[in-house]
């Protein structure tokens, strides 16, 4: 067993389980009677020694219920490329440092691919320079796109907010006896889960969306033309991922204006259902419209998935005891077992960071235009079940720092 | 006691209440052993003779149950102007011999101000050329913009979304620790009822948002500018209704681009988030995004306040009761008693027709940025409250024709 206290930081974009994994990897911490202290702003707190003391506030059950359903990173979030240690030996030094003053000798970083690369830079830092900190990474993102894991956590909780908008907004578009075309973008850059996972809005009641488009597969604007003309839906909802190309790879909301870039380099996309919507409105001519999910889709806590959320929880504790046990570089994931249950298993950061995890072909239609039943199969385990939500003055209560 | 059927139909933009509404038409129809007709999208079901008998299928509480809460217009919804009768007397004929064909002499309209200008005139005809038939107006609109009324049934739904949905993301604008402006557009055309609900985001853990600007006051951008650089919040959330207009009445979405008209001659308006964003990036050169809610302010139902929803019931009985009274041309309402309890009241379709209630003064700050605690007093009890939801696979159970 490793001795010392422990470190918790967030990054990367928010989720609405994020909270929820912090829970567990202070569960976690409180089990083995250690101190938890939680960086603010990501790997930033640690660089600037910004520090809280959880074991205050979260020794309130409470508070750590209502913790487990607050949406976004409550300890704050940082989009912060960590720099190679052969580039910035002080910063590095100035790191393990601060974790030194605060006798900090494992740490758990929550967050995406962008943020498992720093858990392994941190990690082989340590390694080599034997600075005695253990690091490890606990997924979260609503993209699904990490390696190596049967699915994020986080993404249970976005694919439920998307399917149940989505069987929503169809109710809204089939009250009219005119035809209509509603064209619904949802997040996703390179990797069409969260798109995907619209088709979990089809019931007994609605068969939207009538068409589904992920950026795994090129969409021509004359492919895009002859599916609509093809479908025989009154009122036909499509749901498109805010990455879709053309067939020359070109995203459609560049075809709209220009973009600028995130620190990563990464564009920064949107629009892609309002070039849709124009395109199908010059050629149908029938109402026509178009609806971005936004960010909604990863800070809408309060129908979330509990099978999201409890899972969530647990990858969290399983992490703090991971480093306790004095592993480190490594980044927890998911593995399915029967059906459906989940164990937890742990990967090489090098597996996991800056690498992405597409929808395989297996998922998407031959047609190019919808998911498959094996993605419905896989899917739909992950969106069952509701949080209990605490309400204060008719809406959600939330907890900040 | 009038003999004979009911029909009930539905009309004009969908909510999240308008089939509660209808529970309540269908349960008073019911309580008096009566059989009741939906005309399938509104008032064109009628004319077109297209009626659905809806004994059979609610005769099944769970139904009633499901219908409940399940978002936008069962029978279907249409935008109609009905012509005056001296216009065109031959279809007037017709909707009151489709009525006699089902012996209907009971027509219970929900609807907004529009289809209360329906209300009117079938009433009038009715009672000039002994049609026998009574015609009852019951209220839905998100926008809560109907005169004589305390509030409008789907208004408190469509507030709890904004004010959870405003929460929401004011938590995922926290996260980082470089200065933002989020602005946030919310549903109201002329009328910013709504749009003031963003002010129930409030809470012990966020002063979101910081800046509310209804459609009642002009906007220059000058003012904004200003009311920006005086605001100290770090991660700044705006929220605007989409009809907000600068000082020379101008609407802000119409500086950017042409719009559209709806078939009542309303401008179809989008984009006013967009183009505060365009003009705040621009002024301070910092992050600034815009989110749009969209439809889901009035489809979104698995957070519906049951307040609401429970009112909505009730005005629908009280409609049936009024009907089958003998009473016509007028449309039902809600005055607020005590702290808090609601009366149903009546009024004639005359003084409710085409008319817009708008946000008071008293309601507005005199900064003309915020809202008056006497709105969050009004507006609060509208939203407490949370319905049981029905899912099936894990995303809400619906109803559907």
Same mark, same amino acid.
């Given at each position: 067993m490793i001795q010392g206290n422990f470190a918790v930081a967030q990054s990367g974009g928010p989720t609405s389980a994020i909270n929820a994994t912090l829970c567990g990897v202070i569960e976690g911490a409180f089990s083995q009677g250690r101190r938890i202290y939680g960086a603010v702003n990501g790997i930033l707190g640690v660089i600037n020694d910004s520090f809280t003391d959880l074991n205050i506030t979260f020794s309130n059950m409470d508070n750590i219920?209502?913790?487990?359903?607050?949406?976004?990173?409550?300890?704050?979030?940082?989009?912060? /490329? =960590?720099? +190679?240690?052969?580039?910035? &030996?002080?910063?590095?030094?100035? #790191?393990?440092?601060?974790? !030194?003053?605060? *006798?900090?000798?494992?740490?758990?970083?929550?967050?995406?691919?962008?943020?498992?690369?720093?858990?392994? /830079? =941190?990690? +082989?830092?340590?390694?080599? &320079?034997?600075?005695g900190v253990? #690091?490890?990474?606990?997924? !979260?993102?609503? *993209?699904?796109?990490?390696?190596?894991?049967?699915?994020?956590?986080?993404?249970?909780?976005?694919?439920?907010?998307?399917?149940?908008?989505?069987?929503?907004?169809?109710?809204?578009?089939?009250?009219?006896?005119?035809?209509?075309?509603?064209?619904?973008?949802?997040?996703?850059?390179?990797?069409?889960?969260?798109?995907?996972?619209?088709?979990?809005?089809?019931?007994?009641?609605?068969d939207a969306p009538h068409l589904i488009y992920l950026p795994e597969k090129q969409l021509s604007v004359e492919k895009l033309i002859n599916d609509v003309e093809s479908c025989k839906a009154r009122n036909m909802v499509i749901a498109v991922s805010e990455g879709i190309k053309n067939e020359n790879g070109e995203y459609f909301s560049?075809?709209?204006?220009?973009?600028?870039?995130?620190?990563?380099?990464?564009?920064?996309?949107?629009?892609?259902?309002?070039?849709?919507?124009?395109?199908?409105?010059?050629?149908?001519?029938?109402?026509?419209?178009?609806?971005?999910?936004?960010?909604?889709?990863?800070?809408s806590s309060h129908f979330a998935s509990r099978t999201d959320l409890d899972e969530s929880v647990k990858i969290g504790k399983a992490g703090a005891s991971a480093a306790s046990e004095g592993m480190s570089g490594i980044v927890m994931g998911f593995k399915r077992t029967g059906n459906y249950s989940i164990d937890i298993i742990t990967n090489n950061a090098t597996d996991v960071a800056n690498l992405e995890k597409k929808v395989p072909d297996s998922y998407i239609s031959r047609t190019f235009n919808d998911v498959t039943d094996d993605f419905i199969?896989?899917?739909?385990?992950?969106?069952?079940?509701?949080?209990?939500?605490?309400?204060?003055?008719g809406i959600p209560k939330h907890i900040a720092l």
């Open positions: 219920q209502l913790l487990k359903t607050t949406p976004s990173a409550y300890l704050g979030s940082c989009r912060y /490329k =960590l720099p +190679a240690s052969e580039d910035n &030996y002080e910063l590095y030094e100035k #790191i393990f440092s601060n974790f !030194k003053k605060h *006798d900090v000798t494992m740490f758990i970083y929550i967050g995406g691919n962008d943020s498992m690369d720093t858990v392994r /830079k =941190l990690s +082989a830092y340590s390694k080599k &320079y034997n600075k253990y #690091i490890v990474g606990v997924p !979260k993102t609503i *993209d699904n796109d990490l390696m190596n894991t049967d699915h994020t956590p986080g993404f249970g909780s976005a694919a439920k907010f998307v399917a149940t908008a989505v069987s929503e907004i169809a109710r809204d578009c089939a009250v009219y006896a005119d035809p209509s075309i509603t064209v619904i973008e949802i997040m996703g850059r390179n990797a069409g889960w969260l798109t995907a996972a619209s088709a979990l809005a089809r019931s007994n009641t609605s560049n075809l709209a204006c220009n973009i600028s870039h995130d620190e990563f380099g990464h564009a920064q996309l949107s629009g892609s259902a309002r070039v849709v919507e124009n395109i199908l409105k010059e050629k149908f001519g029938i109402k026509t419209r178009s609806v971005e999910l936004n960010v909604l889709q990863r800070c199969e896989y899917c739909l385990p992950l969106v069952q079940g509701e949080p209990s939500i605490i309400t204060e003055k």
